[in-house]
């Protein structure tokens, strides 16, 4: 059974900052990883996707990795604002027949300080 | 501009009542999903369709029912609610052959007393 740990569970930074937020899963046999964010009462909003065989994606100030080999993801997040501050989450879904299905970690809670 | 809402954004109902919360999607999507959301559980997977008649179960669907009668609709059905039942729950939909990236809606928050 797919796990997804994601350290960690709270993180609390200035303005400006560069960040390092970390996503671990326990099969490597996955079909993409998406990172999440999501607002207090709020939905989730999609911030990247990376496919099985890319390494990473870019979407303005933040970039996400992937490494299938040793099960781990990690987003960062340059140049931090206020405005940053929300509970990112990790997904994965994984090869074959139920490739539609995602995973969650527990997500980060980033509080970014002005 | 299309998008995925849920109705309704609140509901309170009592234990034992059937309860059904909609999902409406206009992004022409074949798949569509249903999670709750709990603290200390993160999200989960209670059902989910990859088409039209199409129906599985996911992690957490006991006490759960869904059918897909048409492309846009994802109707969650409590059959008899519990208080374990009280949650966030969320709609999801992706298009297929797209590398299965979800699209959320925004909610609705379940209390069952």
């Known amino acids: 059974k797919q796990e997804v740990t994601q350290i960690p569970a709270a993180l609390s930074v200035p303005e400006g900052e560069n960040l390092v937020l970390n996503c671990s899963f326990t099969d490597s046999a996955i079909y993409n990883l998406q990172w999440f964010r999501q607002d207090p009462g709020k939905g989730l909003t999609s911030l990247l996707l990376?496919?099985?065989?890319?390494r990473e994606q870019t979407s303005g100030r933040l970039n996400a990795s992937l490494d299938k080999s040793s099960g781990r993801s990690t987003l960062y997040i340059a140049a931090s604002q206020p405005g940053d501050s929300a509970t990112y989450l990790c997904?994965?879904?994984?090869?074959?027949?139920?490739?539609?299905?995602?995973?969650f970690g527990k997500g980060t809670l980033l509080t970014v300080n002005p | 501009d299309a998008e995925i809402t849920q109705s309704p954004r609140h509901k309170i109902t009592e234990t034992g009542r059937q309860v059904t919360l909609a999902c409406h999607q206009t992004w022409n999507h074949n798949n569509m999903f249903w999670y709750r959301q709990d603290l200390g559980h993160g999200l989960r997977l209670i059902h989910y369709s990859y088409g039209v008649h199409d129906t599985n179960k996911g992690e957490v669907s006991d006490g759960y029912s869904v059918s897909r009668s048409n492309t846009e609709d994802l109707p969650l059905t409590l059959e008899s609610a519990a208080s374990s039942q009280t949650s966030v729950y969320f709609c999801?939909?992706?298009?297929?052959?797209?590398?299965?990236?979800?699209?959320f809606g925004p909610g609705t928050r379940l209390t069952v007393l």
């Open positions: 990376i496919q099985s065989s890319q």
């Open positions: 997904a994965v879904s994984i090869s074959g027949g139920s490739n539609y299905k995602l995973t």
């Open positions: 999801a939909s992706s298009r297929a052959g797209t590398y299965n990236e979800q699209f």
